[in-house]
């Protein structure tokens, strides 16, 4: 049976920035075909113009569907299940989905409509990205244009739920497996660090929290976490049982700066080691460091003693993840590692500790 499409959900407020964070994606996506589901309406479909524009190969205009009768938690059924279908039919499908909620959608509801039998088989949810604004948040606001908020609410006629903003912000850090604080540059350094951690004791165990200015994350922390979201619902429960709320997108209008920055607050580096003889205990080991050391992704493959087979490794936050993918062959008998993180990591210790 042909692997699931992994799909990313993203949420957030309006002018959290989604769009930028997506847009950043998409030109960065190295080759990754990526179709996007934009929940956008009351706007003139702006979003999709902005995204259809990028101009990419990557991102053709075939690759981008808009949903725009109104809130995609409350059109589940009517728009997203047949739009999802659509994409699902084609013959050059996608690697991966990315989708786009409105700011006043509840990531739960879409989550669940994962398990519908007409899209359950073939899509998984690789994981709930949650971007807040960080500035509105640290000044208690939730979005910079509380009236913005409202205002696209109203424009909703399909809107079922009208759910307070710090209750549907509420929600969407309990769905959520990793939380970008974007505009992060905005605020000070102790600030964004209480931050941080504020939202970290609010999400559910495990949940990284990261900092960004315009949206700039690399792609291979933002996609292949491999959650599973769809299974694991009981976790992300609904706060509060709404109707809902809220609002929407986010015409960032820092558009035309320059995106580059944004990678040097990450750094990646290889641990080359021996075989192994436990891969069991190698699993413990490595979610040890993991856990000991804030580091985001860590994938590679592992020798194991005996077996002629390679045995792939990947980690996200704690949970690590291993099959035998492959025979080594005639290539040599060692174990490399990849480790991401924010910068700063302490490169000695970690690989001290992975190579004991």
């Known amino acids: 049976m042909a692997a699931k499409i992994p799909a990313t959900v993203v949420t957030g407020f309006l002018g959290a920035g989604k769009t930028t964070l997506i847009r950043h994606m998409l030109a960065n996506a190295d080759g990754k075909r990526i179709a996007l589901i934009i929940n956008e309406f009351g706007d003139l479909g702006i979003d999709g113009d902005i995204l259809k524009g990028c101009g990419d190969a990557t991102c053709r205009d075939e690759d981008v569907m808009e949903l725009s009768n109104g809130c995609i938690c409350c059109t589940v059924a009517d728009e997203f299940i047949p739009t999802m279908q659509k994409l699902l039919a084609r013959e050059d499908k996608p690697d991966h989905i990315v989708i786009e909620t409105s700011g006043p959608a509840l990531p739960q509801p879409l989550v669940r409509a994962f398990n519908w039998p007409e899209i359950s088989t073939q899509v998984t949810v690789d994981g709930v990205v949650t971007v807040v604004d960080g500035k509105a948040v640290d000044e208690g606001q939730f979005a910079h ?145 993991i856990r000991d050391h804030d580091i985001l992704r860590l994938k590679g493959f592992v020798a194991v003693r005996d077996k002629p087979m390679r045995l792939t490794l990947q980690a996200v936050g704690p949970r690590v993840d291993s099959y035998f993918d492959q025979p080594f062959g005639t290539a040599p008998r060692l174990s490399q590692l990849v480790v991401i993180g924010e910068a700063g990591l302490d490169r000695a210790a970690i690989e001290a500790a992975l190579k004991a």
């Open 145 to 289: 244009n509380v009236a913005a908020v409202d205002a696209q609410r109203k424009l909703d006629e399909n809107l079922d739920h009208e759910t307070p903003l710090s209750e549907l912000f509420e929600d969407q850090i309990a769905c959520a497996d990793m939380i970008v604080v974007n505009k992060a540059d905005l605020l000070g350094e102790d600030q964004a660090e209480a931050l941080v951690r504020k939202l970290k004791g609010e999400a559910r165990p495990g949940v990284h929290v990261l900092r960004s200015s315009m949206g700039a994350l690399p792609v291979d922390v933002l996609l292949g976490q491999g959650i599973g979201a769809e299974s694991d619902l009981a976790a992300r429960h609904e706060v509060h049982h709404h109707h809902h709320d809220d609002d929407h997108d986010d015409h960032d209008h820092h558009d035309d700066h320059p995106h580059e920055h944004g990678h040097d607050e990450f750094e990646s580096f290889v641990v080359i080691r021996p075989e192994i003889e436990d891969p069991k205990a190698f699993a413990e080991q490595v979610a040890k460091v």
